[in-house]
Each structure stands twice: as C-alpha cells, then as structure tokens.
C-alpha cells in the first residue's frame, strides 16, 4: 500500500455504538490530521497530530476520542454520536506541523449515524 | 484570521472549452495558497500551490492559477478541460507564520462537471 489509507471506507451505526475509525501512512510523515468533510461546508479541521502528541484540538466535542499510537497511525474513536455527526472523515498527513508541506489526504470514511 | 470565498458551487461545461474557477480570500497577513482536487469518491489531492515568486502556478492535469495579491484572487484555470477533470475543487489558504503556518482554511468547494 501506498499514501495514506482509512478503513472502514463506509460505516453505518446507532447513536449508542462506539467505533473506531484508522488511518494509516506509508509516507514516512511525521504530521497527521483529522478533518470532517460535511455537505457544503468547508472542512473543518480537527486534531493535529506531531510525533504521535497532539498539538491542536479544535474544540470539537468529546464523543470524538483521537488516540496516535506511532507516526504512521492515526485513530478517531467515535461514541454515542449524533446525527449531524454525519459526514466523510478525512485523514491527511505531512512532512511535518507548521510549514508549506503538502498534505495528502487519504479517501475518508463516509460515516451514517442513525 | 483567514477565509476563503469560492464565488461558484458548480460550475458546467463542455469538453474542450475553457473554465476558471474563482476563489477569492481574506487575510490580515501574508498567506500561501493552494488548490486541491476531489474525484468521486477518493481523497483530496493538491493541483498546485503559491509561495512565492511569480505569481502564475502552474499544477497538474494542465491547470494553472494566478495570484493577485491587489484583488486578493487565486483563480484556477484551464484551457481546454476533459470529462476525467470532472470533480470538486477546493481553494485553500495558509498564515504566513506563527500558529496560522501550515494550517489549512478550506473554502466551501466548486463542483466542475465536464459534459461531452
């Protein structure tokens, strides 16, 4: 595999349900990203992530739970989510933080919550 | 802080004609400026980017931008588009320095539809 891949691509779940979103690279990066991609809005960004340390949490609500064991992986752990939580999750990674390295983005997961 | 204004949500045309998809922003500093590219059902890619020197980019698949810092504008174009460019463009900008470097601030997305 190359770039940066994200499994499940599709999941359907219950607003009780925990889940676990992933993101792995195969670019040797040391910067990873969460971004939420909804109907008509720009993407927001979400967690930044430098050598597996968080360094930016955009004030997004705790039923979503980030967890960056090593460089290459990135996870989004979902909880008692809501419906507008609806939307393609998108992982990106980078050279590293704060500079004017591209960002290659993997395919997102297209997330339903019932 | 910076924003960014894509003036045009869809935007059609025929094979072979040209098209511009227009982005403007806003920014109390200096800022970096890309544009990236979304197939049906795969990530984003990045066509190009400004950082600086001349103010015409050239990016892949044979688009170009054009930085106009007086109209604050990094419009996409091509002049000859094909049905496989069809997909959702998005225009992005980044702070020059300090927390704003390397942070993109994405604009809501063109849809370019190419019909035969």
């Known amino acids: 595999e190359t770039g940066v891949t994200q499994t499940p691509r599709h999941l359907v779940m219950g607003m009780t349900n925990k889940k676990s979103l992933k993101c792995e690279q195969h670019?040797?990066?040391?910067?990873m990203y969460w971004y939420k991609q909804s109907a008509k809005k720009p993407l927001e960004l979400m967690f930044v992530?430098?050598?597996?340390?968080?360094?930016e949490n955009n004030s997004v609500p705790s039923r979503f739970s980030p967890e960056c064991p090593n460089s290459s992986h990135l996870f989004l752990h979902l909880h008692t989510l809501q419906p507008e939580d609806s939307a393609l999750y998108l992982c990106?990674?980078?050279?590293?933080?704060?500079?004017?390295?591209?960002?290659?983005f993997g395919p997102g997961t297209r997330l339903t919550v019932l | 802080a910076q924003s960014v204004t894509q003036l045009d949500s869809q935007v059609p045309v025929f094979e072979e004609a040209p098209v511009e998809l227009r982005c403007n922003y806003s920014s109390s500093v200096s800022v970096y400026l890309f544009w990236y590219v979304q197939y049906p059902n795969q990530g984003l890619q990045l066509l190009l980017k400004?950082?600086?020197?001349?103010?015409l980019v050239k990016g892949i698949n044979g688009f170009e931008a054009e930085f106009n810092k007086s109209q604050t504008s990094f419009h996409l174009r091509k002049p000859s588009v094909h049905i496989s460019d069809t997909a959702e463009y998005f225009c992005a900008v980044s702070g020059y320095r300090g927390s704003t470097l390397g942070r993109l601030y994405f604009g809501r997305g063109t849809q370019l539809t190419v019909w035969p």
């Open positions: 670019l040797g990066h040391n910067a």
């Open positions: 990106a990674s980078s050279q590293e933080v704060g500079n004017t390295d591209t960002q290659y």
């Open positions: 400004y950082l600086s020197g001349s103010t």
């Open positions: 992530y430098s050598l597996e340390e968080r360094v």
